[in-house]
């Protein structure tokens, strides 16, 4: 994608090796609180057919095809190609292809899939287009295939642990100003609704499970993960001319380091909660 022009479905954060990086980190804390990738209502099967939309680094169907026979095909979804493995290092069941999760997919894709799994649409989505997004990727399902989506809460963030009397003020206010940049590049979704929009659009079983990134063994990786996150959000805002409080990268960076000294120093940590909604077809 391009760092200065956003569009409709479009990722609002950079797509360089630093970001692919972090993404992997991400996976890997909220893999160690979920504690699987197919959710358990999900009978698996040796022929399975698996989309991952918005799939990034792969790092999903990567990890997804250690576990799965050789005979499931495994195809990954993306608005860009920047952070997809080279194919030499892929198994041979792993496809990608370019594709806008809101645009009509090709009828060679239409009614295939077993299961259409997507995961963190937050920095991506309006809040205008959570439902269209659902209907779009329910075409690619066969009948009783399911739907898997993985997101957060990103806007209702804590930090937990801080000393009594004492704050995270730099960890504070550089997601406060994460949070209002979202909110005025209209990336405003409401997690909860997920299981709603699942319903209204014809899913049937929807079952949703919230998890709390609570996890002490990955406190300090979620926290690399969330103060990377923010800084490529804001470099995305200030390339778009749309970040006031902020001028310059210098500025940028300097504010991801006192994010991260405060959390150190003070050894608190971000915390917020995963939702994993999945549905059927009828």
């Not at 893999?31 to 990034?56: E, S």
């Not at 999760?101 to 009828?107: N, Q």
Request: aromatic share 8%.
């Amino acid at each position: 994608m391009s760092d200065e022009a956003q569009t409709h479905g479009e990722y609002l954060l950079v797509r360089n090796m630093a970001e692919s990086e972090r993404l992997e980190m991400q996976y890997k804390a909220w893999q160690a609180n979920i504690g699987y990738r197919l959710h358990p209502v999900i009978k698996q099967h040796d022929r399975m057919r698996i989309a991952d939309v918005g799939t990034g680094t792969g790092i999903w169907l990567r990890e997804l095809a250690t576990v799965l026979p050789i005979t499931c095909q495994l195809d990954g979804f993306d608005l860009s190609d920047a952070m997809f493995p080279h194919k030499d290092a892929l198994p041979e069941n792993i496809t990608f292809h370019h594709q806008n999760l809101l645009e009509p997919f090709p009828d060679e894709y239409l009614g295939e899939y077993d299961v259409v799994n997507v995961r963190v649409m937050v920095v991506a989505l309006s809040y205008d287009e959570w439902e269209p997004a659902v209907r779009n990727l329910m075409t690619l399902l066969k009948p009783g295939g399911h739907l898997q989506w993985v997101d957060c809460a990103a806007h209702e963030c804590i930090i937990k642990g801080e000393p009594e009397g004492k704050r995270a003020t730099n960890a504070r206010y550089g997601f406060d100003l994460f949070r209002r940049t979202l909110i005025s590049l209209g990336k405003t979704p409401n997690i909860a609704a997920l299981h709603g929009i699942f319903q209204k659009s014809g899913l049937e079983s929807c079952e949703e499970r919230i998890y709390n990134l609570d996890n002490p063994d990955v406190r300090e990786d979620l926290n690399l993960t969330v103060v990377g996150g923010i800084q490529h959000v804001l470099i995305t805002a200030l390339k778009m001319h749309k970040l006031d409080e902020i001028q310059s990268m210098q500025q940028i960076t300097a504010l991801r380091e006192a994010m991260l000294s405060d959390l150190h120093s003070l050894g608190c940590y971000y915390c917020f909660d995963v939702f994993v909604v999945v549905g059927r077809k009828a």
